[in-house]
C-alpha cells in the first residue's frame, strides 16, 4: 500500500541514486518539472475533451466522439492544428507586446503548482510562504491580460482586458480573505503544513476543513471567488461572446491563442488545487476505511470532483452584468468572508478550553453566518417583488 | 367604426380646409381608401390620432406605390349612328394618368379595436416635386417606414427627424422600387439562360466583345 | 441577486374592458433627440459599431452606439444587410410564385408567413377556405408560435451568456414539431404549404395523433424550462428592469406581438380581428406589468401555454372535408384591379400584406409589413441608459429574425 | 493494398500516422472550427447543426468562434447581400490561414431564388474561394454534416509538396482578396476576376 | 434563498446529463453518417424526372410550364425536335434538354405541384455537397431522370396513386382505341356493305 | 556567493536611474514610478544588509522592507490619484505645466 | 558558482528594465518594464533567503503597483505620446549630470568600504513564523499605524479620484426628449 502510494516518490528517488551527485539537485528540479508540466499538460487536454463531452451530456448530445477512440484523441488534433496554424499579428499592434503577453500568462501559473502538494511528500517546494507565493505569481496573471487587451489595439479587446483585469482585483480580495481562517487555524502559510493540520478521523470521517463551519462557508465563497478568478462561467464577461466577441482574445490566433487557452485552464487548476490543499484536505482520504487509497489519487479525486462541478456550472448558468459582478463581489463576498473570518475567530477561541458542545460551536457558528447570507443576499436586489400576471380575455 | 364616408366628413368639419377625396377599392368587400393633400396631412392625422371617436393610436402600415405616367386604355360600348344603322360599335379612348408617388397608411386604434383606414398621400409628380410631410410625428411607427419608403421610392418626407437611406448603402444612387428601375446587370448567365436572361446575355457580351 | 424566493406566480383576473387606455401626457412619443450637432457630453465617448457581424446580433444587423463609460448615450440601428428584394421580386412573379419567398422572411416561422400572404390574396379574390383548411392552418400556426417562442427564449438566454443550454433544450423541442411539419409538406423549414383557398395537401395518416402527442409533452417540457430559467436568480437580475417600455410609446411605435402585451396592452389579432376560426377557441392574453425583458420572456412562456390550449381543442375536433376551396385558383391568377391587406398575429406581432393588384398575373405592388422592424423603432429609447451587455439582451428580447426586418 | 487496408483498419482506431504530412492534415481535418457567423435562413439550419438532434460536436467542430482569428472555417450560410459583401470578405481576409470556405444554400452559391434581386451579391465565389458548395434551401443538417465530411476529405487529400498542393502553403497564392467597394448602382468591382471563372456561356435556344 | 433558483436549474441539468445514459429522449443526437433519420414520405429537396421503363420514356414533354412557374426560374427547357409516343400513344415531344440549376433550386415544389403530367417530382437525397460549382451544380436530363420504380421507393403512395391514375387512363385509352378500331372496322365493314349496296344498285 | 558590495552596486545603480528618471523625465505618471525605484533600491540595501548581519538576528531589515513596502503602495495610491485628478483639471500630466497651484 | 550567475543575469535584467523604463516613449512601455524591474528584484530577494518579502514584492508591485500605474496611464492618455511632444524636461541635461554625481557619490564609499569582502551567514532560522511573531510584538505598533495609514490613503485616493459632480456640462439626452406637438400646435403651424 506504501508502496503504491509513494511510487513516484522513489522512482524519482531511484533515478536519482543512478546520477552522480553533482547532478542531483538539477536534475530533481527538472523532474519535478516535467512531472508537472505532463501531469497538467494531461490534465489539460482531458479537461478540454472531458468538458465538451460533459457539456453535451448536460446538452442531450454526444460531444466529441468521432477523433481516436471516443473521441479521447480531439485535443492532439486541436493542439495539430493550432500549432500549424497562421500567426497573424494585427498591423497596427504592439508587436512585441502582443508576443509577449502569453508567455507572461503561461510562465508564472506553472510555477503556482510547485508548492502544491499532490501527495505524501509530493511537492515540489516546500515553502514556507507557499500560500503567499502561489498569490504573488497569479498577480502576473492580471499583468498578461493586460498587456494582450491593450497591444491589440481593438476596441473590443481593450474592453475585455480592463474588465478582465478590474474583475480579478475585486475577487482576489474574497479569494484571500477565505483563505485567511484556514492560515489562521493552521498556524502557517506553508501548504504541507496546512495539509497535515487536516488529517486525523473523528468517526472514521476526516477532519477536513469544509467540514468545520466556517470552512465550510470558506470552501464556498473560495469557490465562487475563484469562478471569478479564472473567468469561468458565470464570471467569464472578459470573454463574454455575446457582448464584446472574445475579449482580450480577439485579435489572436494559433498558437499563442492555444496558450492563453492553456493558461486559463491552468489558472483554474491551480485555484482547484490550491482549494482541495486547504478545505478538502489535500491528499488524505475522505474516510478512515479509505485510508489505504494512494495519496495522490485522492487528491486528484478530488480535484476531477471540482472541475466537474465548475463544467456543470458552465453548463447551467448565464452571465452576470458587469455592475453586478463587482458588486457581488464587494457587497457580498467580501462583507461574508468578513463575517467567515469571525466564524472562525469564535470556532478557535470556543475551543480552547470553554468546554462548549460541539452542537452548540456549530448552532453559534450558523447563528452568525446564515443571517449574514440572508442579509447580504436580499441587500444585494432590494425591492424585486414577486410578479403578477394578468390575463385578458 | 365610421365608414370611410364618415370620417371624411369628421375631418372636414374639423380640419378646415383640407380636401379629401374618397379612392374606391376594386377587391370585393375592400374598404375605400381616404386620399388628403398634403398641405393638412399632418392636421388631419393628429386629429385622427386624437379625437375620441375615432382614436386611430395605431399606424400599423406605411408603404408607398410607384405610379409612372401610364395610358390607360378603356374599352367602352358605344351605341353610334353607322350609315343610319344604330350600332354597337366598341371605342377604346386612352385616358392618361399623370406619373406622381404614392404613400399608403393603414391606421387602426388599439383602444376602440377598430380599423383599417387606408389613408393615402400623393406628390405632384416622380421628379422634383417629390415632397410629401412627414407622419413621424404623429406616429413614430412610421419612422422606419418612411424612411424606407424614401430609400426605395425616393420620397422626401419633410419633418421626418432621421430621414437617410435605410436598406441600401448611403452612397447608392437609384430607387429600385420604382417600376422603371434598371438592374445592374451582373449575372454570369449560366446556367439559367431563360428568354430575357438570353437577350441580355446576348447584349452584354456583344457589349463586352467590343470594349 | 436577489432575493426572491419563487418563481413569479401566475393570477388570473378578470376581463377588462377596455385594451388600454391614452395617458394623458404623450410627450412620450418622439424619439431620443438626434443631435449630430453636439448635445452629447463630450468626454470620453466610446463609439462602438455592434455588428453586422457579431455574435448576439441574430443575423447580420448594426447597432452603432455611442458610450459614456459603459452607458449608451445612443443607439442608431443600421439595416439592410440582408435586403433581399422580397417585395420587387415578387412584383416581378406570378402570385402562386410569391408563396415560397413569403417563407423566407421570418425564416423560424414559415407557417405564418404563408398564412399572412394567402389570407391576404382570400380577401383580394373572395375565396373562401374550407373548415378543414382553417383547422390545419390554425394548428401549424399555433405550432410555429410554441418553436418560435421557445427558440426566442434560448436565443435570448445564449444572450446572457448561458452557453447554449437552454438553446439545445429548445430545439430539442423545434425538432419534433419540426418532424410534424415535414411530414405534413415535406420541408422542415421552407414548408411552402398553405394555397390560396386552402392547404396544399391533407394531412398524412397518423399525424393528428402525432401532433397530440408533441402537444401533449410539451407541457413537461415547459416545466423543465422554467425550472432551469425562471428562477434564476441571474436570470431575474439580468432581465428585471432592463429595458422598460412604457405602454404610449409602444402603441405610438406600432409595436406589437408579445412585446406589445408585455407591456400590459391587450391587443392580439386573434381576438381583436377573430381572424380564421380563432373565435371558436377558448384561450386567454397574458400580459405584463412593467414592460421589461424579463416580463417579454414570461410572457412567451406564458404564451406557449396558451397555444398548447387552442391546439389541444383544435387537434380534438378537427372536421373532415375539403381542404381547398373549389372556386380557387393557383397558376394564372388575375385578381380584379383593387387592394387588400391582411394581418394575421405572427409570432413575433402583427405581420401584414399589403398587395395591391391592376388585374395582371404579378401583383402590381406587394408590400410586406413585418413586426421585427417596426418594433425595432423603439430599440433606442429601450436602451438608453442601459450597458451594451443590456443592448444585447434587449434586443434579444425583442425577438428580431432579419430576414424579416431587411426583407 | 493489404497495406493500406490495413492501414485503414488501425485509423479507425484512430493512431497511425505515417509522415509528418498525414499528421498535419490529420490534425487540420479533426479539428475544424467555425466562425460563428449567420446570414440568413440557412443559418438557422447551420445552428440546428449544432444542436443535439445532428450534433456537429461529433466531428470536434462544434467549437464556433465569435472572432474570425481564431477560426478555420467559414460557413457562408445565407444570402450575401452586396450591402454586406464587403463585410464577408473582411472576415475572411481577418482568418489566419489554413481557412476554408462552405458555401451553405442556394443564396451563398449563386444567389439562389434572390437571384433576381438587385441587392444579392450572385454567389459568394466572385470574392472568395470556395471549398465546398452544398445546395439547397436551406439544405438539411444532415447535408452540412455531409458537407464537412467532404471537406474533411479534402484536406485529407491535400499533398504538402508538388503542383497540386493546398493554396495556403503556395507562396504565390494571395490569402487575402480585395475587398469590394460600394459604387453608386453596384459594388466596385462586383467581381473578383482573379478568382471568378464561370463556365461557358450556353446560349442556344 | 439566494442561489435556490441555480440549484433548481443545476438540478434540472444534472438530470439532463444522467439522464442521456438512459434516456433516448434525453440524448436525441442521430449519428448521421451511421445512423439515419427514416425520412417522411411527403419530404422534397430537389426534383426528379420520373420515366417508366428506361430512359427513352421519360414522361416529361417539355411543355414548359414548370419552366414558367418556377419561381427562381431554375429549369430550362428545351423540346426535341422528333415526337415520341407517350404511354396512351399520343405522339408527344421530348425535352431535348432539360437543365435544373440546383444552385438556384429552392425545393418549393411548385414545379412538381403544377405538372400536368406526373412527370417532374421532388427527390429526397440532400447530400449533395461538392467542389464544383458549375459543373457540378447544374444538373442534366440524365442526372434528373429516375425510374419510376426509385419514386415508388421514395414516395411509395403518391407513385401508387399515380400509377393507378395512370393505368386507368392507359386502359381507358386503349378500350377507347380499341373501340375506335372497332368503330372503324365496323365503320369499314358498313361503308364496304354500302358501297357494295351501291354496287348493286348500280349494276 | 555574491558578495554584499555586488548588491549595494546594484542599488546604487537603480537608486541612479530613478533619480535620473525623476529629474528628466517629463510625465507624472513615470516621475512616480521613477520614485518607486529609488524606493526599491534602499529596500535592497536593507535586505542586503540583513541577510550579511548577524545571524539569528532579529529581522529589523526584512521589517524596514514590509513598512517600505506598505507605504509605497499608500503611495502610489494617493499619487496617481492625485495625477488623474489633476489631469482632470489641466488635461495634461506634463510636469512643467503643472507649476501653478491654482486649479 | 550558479547563484553567482544567476545573480548577474538579474542585475542585469533590473537594471536594463529600469532604463528601459525610464527611457521608453510609450508610458504604456515604461509601465510594463517597471513591473518587469519589481518582477527581477522580487528574484533577488528571493535569493537573499527573504522569501517573505520577495512575494510581498511580487505582490504589490507586481499585482498591484504596476496595474495602477497602467490604469493612470490609461486614464491620461494622449498627453504623452503624440509625436511632437518633447520626452524629456527641457532640463534633462542637468538632470543626468546630477544622477550620474549622486551614483559616483554612494558608490565611492561603497568600494572604499570592507563590504566587498563580506559573506553570509548562513541561515537557520526559517523567517516567516518570526516576521508574524515580530509584528505582533515588537513592531505592533508600527503595524497598527501602517494599518491606519493604508486604509487612510486608501480613503484618500478613492475621494481624490472620484469625478466630480459636472451636471453643469452633461445633458442627459433623456431629459432632452422633445415635446410632442399638440393637435394645436400643428394646426397652428400648418395655417399660418
Redesign the interface.
Known amino acids: 500500500m506504501n508502496n503504491l502510494d509513494q511510487i513516484f516518490v522513489y522512482a524519482k528517488y531511484w533515478l536519482l541514486s543512478q546520477l552522480p551527485g553533482g547532478v542531483q539537485s538539477l536534475v530533481s528540479i527538472v523532474l519535478d518539472i516535467i512531472a508537472i508540466i505532463a501531469v497538467f499538460g494531461t490534465c489539460f487536454a482531458l479537461t478540454t475533451i472531458l468538458e465538451?463531452k460533459g457539456l453535451?451530456r448536460i446538452?442531450?448530445?454526444?460531444?466529441?466522439?468521432?477523433?481516436?477512440?471516443c473521441?479521447l484523441?480531439?485535443p492532439?488534433?486541436?493542439?495539430?492544428?493550432?500549432?500549424?496554424?497562421?500567426?497573424?499579428v494585427p498591423f497596427a499592434a504592439d508587436k512585441v507586446v502582443h508576443y509577449l503577453a502569453p508567455l507572461v500568462l503561461t510562465v508564472p501559473i506553472w510555477l503556482a503548482f510547485s508548492v502544491i502538494p499532490f501527495g505524501r511528500e509530493m511537492s515540489a517546494i516546500d515553502l514556507d510562504a507557499g500560500v503567499l507565493f502561489f498569490f504573488a505569481v497569479g498577480g502576473a496573471s492580471e499583468l498578461a491580460v493586460f498587456m494582450a487587451g491593450w497591444s491589440s489595439r481593438n476596441k473590443y479587446s481593450l474592453v475585455g482586458a480592463m474588465r478582465a483585469i478590474a474583475q480579478m482585483i475585486s475577487y482576489e480580495v474574497p479569494l484571500v480573505l477565505a483563505t485567511i481562517p484556514v492560515i489562521m487555524l493552521s498556524g502557517s502559510l506553508n501548504l504541507n503544513k496546512i495539509v497535515e493540520a487536516q488529517s486525523g478521523y473523528a468517526f472514521g470521517v476526516a477532519q477536513w476543513n469544509v467540514f468545520t463551519p466556517w470552512g465550510f462557508a470558506g470552501f464556498f465563497l473560495f469557490l465562487i471567488a475563484a469562478t471569478a478568478e479564472s473567468n469561468r462561467s458565470p464570471f467569464d464577461l472578459p470573454e463574454g461572446?455575446s457582448e464584446i466577441?472574445?475579449g482580450f482574445?480577439?485579435?489572436?490566433?494559433?498558437f499563442k491563442?492555444a496558450l492563453f487557452f492553456l493558461g486559463e485552464y491552468l489558472g483554474l487548476f491551480a485555484v482547484t488545487a490550491l482549494s482541495v490543499t486547504l478545505f478538502l484536505g489535500g491528499w488524505h482520504a475522505p474516510l478512515q476505511v479509505l485510508e489505504f487509497l494512494p495519496s495522490w489519487f485522492c487528491f486528484f479525486v478530488k480535484f476531477a470532483a471540482i472541475i466537474a462541478v465548475f463544467i456543470w456550472v458552465r453548463g447551467t448558468v448565464p452571465r452576470l452584468r458587469f455592475d453586478q459582478l463587482l458588486n457581488f463581489s464587494w457587497r457580498f463576498l467580501v462583507p461574508l468572508t468578513l463575517v467567515n473570518l469571525l466564524v472562525a475567530v469564535v470556532w478557535h477561541f470556543t475551543s480552547l478550553g470553554a468546554g462548549l458542545d460541539q452542537s452548540l460551536r456549530w448552532l453559534i457558528s450558523a447563528a452568525m453566518i446564515v443571517p449574514a447570507y440572508v442579509y447580504f443576499g436580499r441587500a444585494l436586489s432590494p425591492n424585486r417583488p414577486t410578479r403578477i400576471y394578468q390575463y385578458a380575455e | 367604426m365610421q365608414t370611410p364616408e364618415q370620417i371624411k366628413s369628421l375631418i372636414e368639419q374639423n380640419v378646415p380646409g383640407a380636401q379629401i377625396e374618397l379612392v374606391p377599392n376594386g377587391s370585393p368587400g375592400g374598404p375605400a381608401s381616404i386620399l388628403i393633400d398634403s398641405d393638412h396631412a399632418l392636421a388631419a392625422t393628429t386629429f385622427l390620432r386624437d379625437a375620441e371617436e375615432l382614436a386611430f393610436d395605431f399606424a400599423s402600415n406605411a408603404t408607398g406605390i410607384d405610379w409612372p405616367e401610364r395610358v390607360i386604355k378603356e374599352k367602352n360600348k358605344v351605341k353610334k349612328m353607322v350609315d343610319g344603322v344604330e350600332k354597337e360599335v366598341e371605342e377604346i379612348t386612352e385616358k392618361k394618368t399623370p406619373a406622381f408617388l404614392e404613400t399608403v397608411y393603414h391606421l387602426y386604434s388599439m383602444s376602440l379595436s377598430t380599423g383599417p383606414l387606408v389613408l393615402r398621400l400623393r406628390t405632384g409628380d416622380r421628379g422634383q416635386n417629390n415632397h410629401l410631410p412627414s407622419l413621424t410625428p404623429v406616429w413614430r411607427s412610421c419612422e422606419f417606414q418612411e424612411r424606407e419608403i424614401f430609400d426605395l421610392f425616393g420620397i422626401v418626407f419633410d419633418g421626418h427627424p432621421d430621414l437617410r437611406r435605410i436598406?441600401?448603402?448611403?452612397?447608392?444612387?437609384?430607387h429600385?422600387m420604382r417600376k422603371d428601375?434598371v438592374?445592374?446587370d451582373?449575372?454570369?448567365?449560366?446556367?439559367?439562360?431563360h428568354?430575357d436572361v438570353?437577350e441580355k446575355?446576348?447584349r452584354h457580351?456583344a457589349q463586352e466583345a467590343t470594349v | 441577486m436577489t432575493a426572491l424566493a419563487e418563481p413569479p406566480v401566475m393570477h388570473e383576473a378578470p376581463p377588462s374592458g377596455t385594451i388600454w387606455r391614452l395617458a394623458e401626457d404623450r410627450s412620450s412619443f418622439a424619439g431620443p433627440t438626434d443631435d449630430r450637432a453636439g448635445g452629447l457630453p463630450d468626454h470620453d465617448l466610446l463609439e462602438v459599431a455592434l455588428g453586422?457581424?457579431?455574435?448576439s446580433t441574430h443575423?447580420?444587423f448594426r447597432m452603432d452606439v455611442v458610450l459614456d463609460g459603459e452607458e449608451v448615450v445612443r443607439l442608431k440601428p443600421v439595416f439592410?444587410?440582408?435586403?433581399?428584394?422580397h417585395e420587387?421580386?415578387a412584383e416581378?412573379n406570378s402570385y402562386l410564385a410569391a408563396i415560397?419567398?413569403t417563407d423566407?422572411l421570418d425564416?423560424?416561422c414559415s407557417m405564418t408567413n404563408n398564412w399572412a400572404y394567402v389570407m391576404t390574396v382570400e380577401k383580394l379574390t373572395g375565396f373562401q377556405p374550407p373548415e378543414r383548411a382553417e383547422y390545419i392552418r390554425v394548428i401549424v400556426g399555433e405550432l410555429t408560435r410554441l418553436f418560435n417562442h421557445a427558440c426566442l427564449v434560448g436565443f435570448l438566454l445564449q444572450d446572457m451568456g448561458a452557453l447554449g443550454t437552454p438553446?439545445?433544450y429548445a430545439?430539442?423541442e423545434?425538432?419534433k414539431i419540426l418532424d410534424l411539419f415535414e411530414s405534413l409538406s415535406g420541408a422542415?423549414?421552407?414548408c411552402n404549404y398553405m394555397r390560396f383557398g386552402g392547404v396544399r395537401c391533407d394531412l398524412p395518416d397518423g399525424w393528428i395523433e402525432e401532433a397530440k402527442q408533441v402537444v401533449a409533452e410539451f407541457p413537461r417540457f415547459l416545466d423543465e424550462f422554467e425550472a432551469l430559467l425562471t428562477g434564476n436568480e441571474i436570470l431575474l437580475v439580468r432581465s428585471q428592469g432592463i429595458g422598460v417600455l412604457s405602454k404610449e410609446l409602444a402603441v405610438n411605435a406600432g409595436v406589437t406581438g408579445p412585446m406589445l402585451r408585455a407591456s400590459g396592452v391587450g391587443y392580439d389579432l386573434r381576438k381583436v380581428d377573430k381572424y380564421s376560426i380563432y373565435p371558436r377557441f377558448n384561450f386567454r392574453i397574458p400580459l405584463g406589468q412593467h414592460g421589461d425583458v424579463f416580463d417579454r420572456y414570461m410572457i412567451r412562456l406564458l404564451e406557449m401555454r396558451e397555444s398548447l390550449s387552442i391546439l389541444k381543442q383544435a387537434l380534438d375536433t378537427i372536421p373532415a372535408g375539403p381542404i381547398v376551396d373549389p372556386k380557387a385558383k393557383q397558376r394564372g391568377l388575375r385578381p380584379k384591379a383593387g387592394e387588400a391587406y391582411g394581418r394575421i398575429e405572427a409570432p413575433k406581432g402583427e405581420l401584414g400584406f399589403y398587395v395591391v393588384s391592376d388585374g395582371s398575373p404579378n401583383p402590381y405592388r406587394f408590400r410586406i409589413r413585418p413586426p421585427s422592424l417596426i418594433n425595432l423603432t423603439v430599440l433606442e429609447d429601450m436602451c438608453l441608459g442601459h450597458t451594451i451587455a443590456d443592448v444585447v439582451i434587449i434586443l434579444g428580447s425583442v425577438d428580431i429574425v432579419?430576414?424579416e426586418v431587411?426583407r | 493494398m493489404t497495406d493500406e487496408i490495413a492501414r485503414k483498419e488501425l485509423e479507425k482506431?484512430?493512431?497511425v500516422i505515417t509522415s509528418m504530412g498525414e499528421?498535419?492534415n490529420?490534425?487540420?481535418?479533426?479539428?475544424i472550427w467555425p466562425l460563428?457567423?449567420?446570414?440568413?435562413?440557412c443559418?438557422?439550419?447551420m445552428?440546428?447543426a449544432s444542436?443535439?438532434?445532428?450534433?456537429i460536436?461529433?466531428?470536434?467542430a462544434?467549437v464556433f468562434?465569435?472572432?474570425p482569428?481564431?477560426a478555420?472555417l467559414m460557413i457562408v450560410a445565407?444570402?450575401v447581400?452586396?450591402?454586406?459583401a464587403p463585410?464577408v470578405v473582411r472576415?475572411y481576409n481577418?482568418m489566419?490561414?489554413?481557412k476554408y470556405v462552405?458555401a451553405m444554400g442556394?443564396?451563398a452559391?449563386?444567389?439562389?431564388?434572390?437571384?433576381?434581386?438587385?441587392?444579392?451579391l450572385?454567389?459568394i465565389?466572385r470574392f472568395i474561394p470556395?471549398?465546398?458548395?452544398?445546395?439547397?434551401?436551406?439544405?438539411?443538417p444532415?447535408?452540412l454534416?455531409?458537407?464537412l465530411?467532404?471537406l474533411q476529405k479534402?484536406i485529407e487529400g491535400d499533398t504538402l509538396r508538388g503542383a497540386n498542393r493546398p493554396r495556403?502553403i503556395r507562396p504565390d497564392a494571395p490569402?487575402e482578396f480585395p475587398i469590394p467597394e460600394?459604387?453608386?448602382?453596384?459594388l466596385v468591382p462586383?467581381?473578383n476576376p482573379a478568382l471568378?471563372h464561370?463556365?461557358?456561356?450556353?446560349?442556344?435556344? | 434563498m439566494l442561489g435556490s433558483g441555480i440549484i433548481k436549474g443545476m438540478v434540472e441539468t444534472a438530470r439532463n446529463f444522467f439522464g442521456s445514459y438512459v434516456s433516448r429522449e434525453r440524448?436525441?443526437?442521430?449519428?448521421?453518417?451511421e445512423q439515419?433519420l427514416a425520412p417522411h414520405e411527403n419530404a422534397r429537396?430537389?426534383p426528379l424526372l420520373v420515366y417508366d421503363g428506361d430512359m427513352e420514356h421519360l414522361r416529361c414533354t417539355a411543355c414548359g410550364i414548370c419552366e414558367m412557374e418556377c419561381?427562381?426560374?431554375c429549369i430550362?427547357i428545351?423540346k426535341d425536335t422528333v415526337k415520341k409516343s407517350d404511354y396512351l400513344g399520343r405522339m408527344q415531344f421530348q425535352p431535348r434538354v432539360f437543365d435544373i440549376?440546383?444552385?438556384?433550386?429552392?425545393?418549393c415544389g411548385i414545379c412538381a405541384e403544377v405538372c400536368p403530367f406526373d412527370s417532374i417530382m421532388m427527390d429526397q437525397v440532400?447530400?449533395?455537397?461538392?467542389?464544383?460549382?458549375?459543373?457540378?451544380?447544374l444538373l442534366h436530363k440524365e442526372d434528373l431522370a429516375k425510374a419510376n420504380g426509385y419514386f415508388h421507393a421514395i414516395h411509395p403512395s403518391d407513385a401508387g396513386d399515380i400509377d393507378a391514375r395512370r393505368d386507368e387512363d392507359k386502359r381507358k385509352a386503349e378500350a377507347k382505341a380499341k373501340a375506335a378500331v372497332a368503330a372503324k372496322a365496323a365503320a369499314a365493314i358498313k361503308s364496304s356493305e354500302a358501297s357494295a349496296k351501291q354496287v348493286e344498285v348500280a349494276a | 556567493m555574491t558578495p554584499l558590495s555586488q548588491y549595494l552596486f546594484l542599488s546604487t545603480l537603480l537608486f541612479a536611474i530613478g533619480f535620473a528618471g525623476v529629474v528628466t523625465r517629463r510625465n507624472a505618471v513615470i516621475v512616480l514610478v521613477g520614485i518607486e525605484f529609488m524606493l526599491n533600491a534602499a529596500n535592497l540595501n536593507f535586505i542586503a544588509f540583513w541577510r550579511y548581519g548577524v545571524s539569528g538576528a532579529a529581522p529589523t531589515g526584512i521589517m524596514a522592507v514590509m513598512f517600505s513596502i506598505a507605504i509605497a503602495a499608500a503611495e502610489a495610491a494617493v499619487g496617481l490619484a492625485l495625477i488623474i485628478a489633476v489631469y482632470r483639471h489641466r488635461k495634461t500630466t506634463q510636469l512643467e505645466k503643472l507649476d501653478t497651484l491654482k486649479g | 558558482m550558479p547563484n553567482n550567475i544567476s545573480f548577474y543575469i538579474f542585475a542585469v535584467g533590473v537594471l536594463a528594465t529600469a532604463t528601459a523604463a525610464m527611457r521608453l516613449r510609450n508610458p504604456v512601455h515604461c509601465a510594463l518594464a517597471a513591473a518587469a524591474a519589481f518582477a527581477g528584484l522580487a528574484v533577488i530577494y528571493f535569493q537573499l533567503d527573504a522569501e517573505f518579502i520577495s512575494f510581498a514584492q511580487l505582490l504589490i508591485y507586481v499585482g498591484a503597483i504596476s496595474i495602477l500605474v497602467i490604469f493612470a496611464v490609461l486614464l491620461t492618455r494622449g498627453s504623452d505620446i503624440q509625436p511632437g511632444v518633447e520626452l524629456a524636461s527641457p532640463h534633462w541635461l542637468t538632470g543626468l549630470a546630477i544622477a550620474v554625481l549622486v551614483a559616483f557619490v554612494i558608490a565611492v564609499p561603497v568600494c572604499s568600504s570592507s563590504f566587498g569582502e563580506k559573506i553570509a551567514p548562513k541561515m537557520t532560522v526559517a523567517p516567516v513564523k518570526l516576521i508574524g511573531e515580530e509584528l505582533m510584538t515588537r513592531y505592533l505598533f508600527p503595524l497598527e499605524t501602517m494599518g491606519l495609514l493604508l486604509t487612510v490613503a486608501l480613503i484618500g485616493a478613492a475621494v481624490i479620484a472620484l469625478r466630480e459632480p459636472e451636471e453643469s456640462e452633461i445633458r442627459n439626452p433623456k431629459s432632452e426628449i422633445r415635446k410632442q406637438p399638440t393637435t394645436e400646435e400643428l394646426v397652428a403651424e400648418v395655417q399660418p
Open positions: 465538451r453535451g446538452q442531450n448530445r454526444y460531444g466529441p466522439n468521432r477523433v481516436g477512440p473521441g484523441l480531439q492532439m488534433a486541436d493542439a495539430i492544428k493550432m500549432l500549424t496554424k497562421e500567426d497573424i461572446e466577441i472574445a482574445l480577439t485579435e489572436y490566433s494559433g491563442y | 436598406l441600401m448603402w448611403d452612397g447608392f444612387k437609384d429600385p428601375y438592374e445592374p451582373d449575372y454570369e448567365y449560366e446556367p439559367t439562360p428568354d438570353l446575355a446576348q457580351y | 453586422p457581424h457579431h455574435p443575423g447580420v439592410g444587410y440582408l435586403h433581399r428584394n420587387k421580386i416581378k415560397p419567398y423566407r425564416y423560424i438553446l439545445m430545439f430539442r423545434r425538432e422542415r423549414m421552407m432579419l430576414g431587411d | 482506431q484512430g493512431v499528421l498535419y490529420w490534425g487540420r481535418k479533426n479539428s460563428q457567423f449567420g446570414l440568413a435562413c443559418a438557422i439550419e445552428i440546428a444542436m443535439a438532434r445532428f450534433d460536436a461529433r466531428f470536434g462544434e468562434r465569435p472572432s482569428r481564431q478555420d445565407g444570402t447581400t452586396k450591402k454586406m463585410q472576415l481577418q489566419p490561414e489554413p462552405i442556394a443564396c452559391i449563386s444567389g439562389g431564388p434572390f437571384k433576381q434581386g438587385y441587392n444579392v450572385k454567389g465565389d470556395v471549398d465546398i458548395f452544398i445546395p439547397g434551401c436551406p439544405p438539411r444532415e447535408a454534416l455531409d458537407a465530411m467532404a479534402k495556403h490569402s460600394f459604387g453608386e448602382h453596384d462586383d467581381k471568378f464561370p463556365a461557358a456561356v450556353l446560349l442556344e435556344k | 440524448l436525441t443526437t442521430v449519428q448521421y453518417p439515419q429537396t430537389i419561381p427562381a426560374q430550362y428545351v440549376d440546383i444552385s438556384v433550386c429552392m425545393a440532400f447530400a449533395l455537397s461538392t467542389q464544383n460549382r458549375f459543373s457540378g451544380l
